[in-house]
Each structure stands twice: as C-alpha cells, then as structure tokens.
C-alpha cells in the first residue's frame, strides 16, 4: 500500500500555509540516486531551481528534512545540507567516518540529527550547534523525534514488539517502554503523551504516559478501526489520524464529537514526520495532498506537485 505522510510546520497559526520544499530522487544509473530539492508554492508550484544535493546514501524512511527560520536542512546520509531561497545551498553537517545521517528535526530551538555506525547495535541522537554533541543512545528500531512540553525532545524507537520512548532535556529525563506493537508515531499534549499501538491481530489502543514527572501510563482499548486513532501528529493542541477523519486528542481521549472528516476519501495508511505546531501538511500520495491547521482547526488548500522526468517524490515538508 502507498504511504500516507503527514508532516507540519515549525511556526505558529499562520493566515496561509507557508511554501513547501520536496525532495526527489533520481536513478543516475550505476546503483546510484542523486537528491533534488526544491521549494515549492503551497499549491504545488515551482519556485526557483531544483538543487541537487549529490548521491543519495542510506537515510531514514522520515524526517530527512526540516526547516526553521526559512532555513532548509536536508540529509543524505553522507552529509546534512542548508538551503535559503535565493542562496546556493552547502553543506552543514559531514557524517563522522563509518556513520550514516539518517534523519533531521529542527526541536526545541535546536536541530537535531539521527545517527547510525555500521553495524552498531544502538541508534546516536545529536544535538547540533555549529558541531555535533551526542545526547543519548537509543535502540536499534525505526527512531522519530517529536517535541515534548517544556522545550524537550521526545524519542521515540519503535521495533514490531514494543516501543521506547526517551526524553530529553538538559539531561536524559525519562525512559518508557511500553510492550505493545507501536503504530510509529508519539505526540504530546501540556499533561500527556498520546502513543497509538496494536492490540492483537485486528485491535487498537491508545497508550498515554505522563508528560511531566511520572511513570505509570494508561491504555484505553478502542472497540474497532472504523472508532480508532491509528495515528497521531505533533501539532499544538495534538491530533488523531483516523479512517474517517482527524480528531482532536484532549485530556487522554479522542474527542469524537469533534471529529472532522477528510475532504476527500483516503485510499493510504497514515504515518507521520515532522513536528511543530501551526499548517499540517497531509499528503495523500506521492506527491499530492491538503493542508490542516491545527490551531484553527479546519483544512486549507489542497497541492500537487509535479516530479521531474525520471524522478521521485521521497520527502516533502513545509519550509516557512
């Protein structure tokens, strides 16, 4: 099945959505894809040249762009590279020898990168100011970055078994982990965490855990996947992705009630990248989609992007 991608911008409520930078990948030949960037209106088109950033190494499914202060940063494994409109792009960030730069957020009033050795049991989280500051190890697993309260960083690792969530501050402050199947994505309200997982073959809860000091979460089961939130975005205030629509999550539960259905039907199943709150970013296909503000809480203008000849839609974020 395709992917359902939503990521959102790092700005407050804005009066329209902000541009957009895509990212496409194109085969060269010799097992080899270069990287092409570009940014784009918030209705798809093209706004000034497509840069390409070079060979397109080992990077993560997400998150391999983010953007704050209309500066762009982009990962290709081999290196992170910096882009403002108007400006030639260059290069950040080189990956230390034997490591792969596998994702970047922008969090907290920092830019931070996922890292991975070769044949490394663990997964390297950076904070990056003007050179790398390794903040922590997490698991081996599918590794998310999300903003928690208080200006810290959440990470979450997710494997098919169970998830662990670590958060960050000015030291390591937590660690949860929690033995269900997670859906990939985490999202935190003022007072919760709000982490969807698998129950069984067919079933879907919510795990909650505290967003402050505390260890004990709650789950809450959920009686079938047509009444479930199935995925969460980092927006402020944080919202469930549901078949039918996307709902606000508040005080630990779905408020259905309030649920808002899609503009159109979905045919994907939905994951997240990116985090922030204001203009959501949800895109229904390779290229294509709408907008969501989270804060207004109602659905902008749809988009869709044209890829160049021989290429491929492989990220796409809000770039204000």
Known sequence: MLFLTLVLAGCGPLSYP???????????????????????????????????LGALGLVAQEEIMTAHGGTLWVTTGYAIWAMTPGRQPHVAVRAPKGMTLLA?????GHLWVVAERLNALHVRIYEWNHGLRLRTRTPLAITTLVSAPGGTVAVLSADPNHATITRIGAHVLQHWTVD????????????RGYLPVTSGLRGFDMVTIPANRGRIFKRYPYPSVWRAVIAVMPTN?????????????????AQWKNQKPWPHPLQATMTT??????????????????????????FGPAFVVQAPAGAFARAVTPWP
């Open 18 to 52: 902000p541009h957009l930078a895509v990212a496409f990948a194109k085969n060269i030949g010799h097992n080899r894809e270069d990287l092409w960037v570009g940014q784009f209106s918030a209705q798809g088109h093209l706004r000034g040249p497509l840069w390409n």
């Open 104 to 108: 970047v957020s922008y969090l907290g």
């Open 180 to 191: 269900s199947p997670p859906q990939g994505t985490l999202a935190f309200g003022q007072a």
């Open 237 to 253: 205030p944080p919202y469930g992705l549901t078949v039918k629509g996307i709902v606000p999550l508040r005080a630990g539960q």
């Open 273 to 298: 990248d990116g985090t922030g709150p204001g203009w959501a970013l949800i895109v229904d296909g390779p290229s294509q989609g709408f907008w969501f503000n989270a804060q207004k809480d109602q």
